[in-house]
Nanobody, 114 residues
Framework: QVRLVESGGGLGQAGGSLRLSCVIF????????LAWFRQAPGKQRELVAN???????NYDDSVKGRFTIPRDNDKNTVDLQMSGLKPEDTAVYYC????????WGQGTQVTVSS
């Protein structure tokens, strides 16, 4: 079993930065991919960034050049470093892990003011 615990988020200003952190507990050896998703009010959940077990990283076009997804295997964390924030980045952000099944964090709110 895997459990994901997120922290960070909150209120940011346009052009500013925020960092989200996700700690991975449990059977991490089964995990073959990690990702951050987000869901804005009235919209579907969408992929923001992901990193595979082989270290391949992908970003949604809307965040390329602004967000990074650093992973620390020693600390069992995957973060989302967000810079150049925009009001349209406002959403609930979810940490995700793919293993024997899909695992989700509880979500953390990010609100960006203009």
């Amino acid at each position: 079993q895997v459990r994901l615990v997120e922290s960070g988020g909150g209120l940011g200003q346009a052009g500013g930065s925020l960092r989200l952190s996700c700690v991975i507990f449990g059977s991490i050896f089964d995990i073959n991919a990690l990702a951050w998703f987000r869901q804005a009010p009235g919209k579907q959940r969408e992929l923001v960034a992901n990193v595979t077990g082989g270290g391949i990283i992908n970003y949604d076009d809307s965040v390329k050049g602004r967000f990074t997804i650093p992973r620390d295997n020693d600390k069992n964390t995957v973060d989302l470093q967000m810079s150049g924030l925009k009001p349209e980045d406002t959403a609930v952000y979810y940490c995700y892990a793919r293993g024997a099944q899909d695992y989700w964090g509880q979500g953390t709110q990010v609100t960006v003011s203009s």
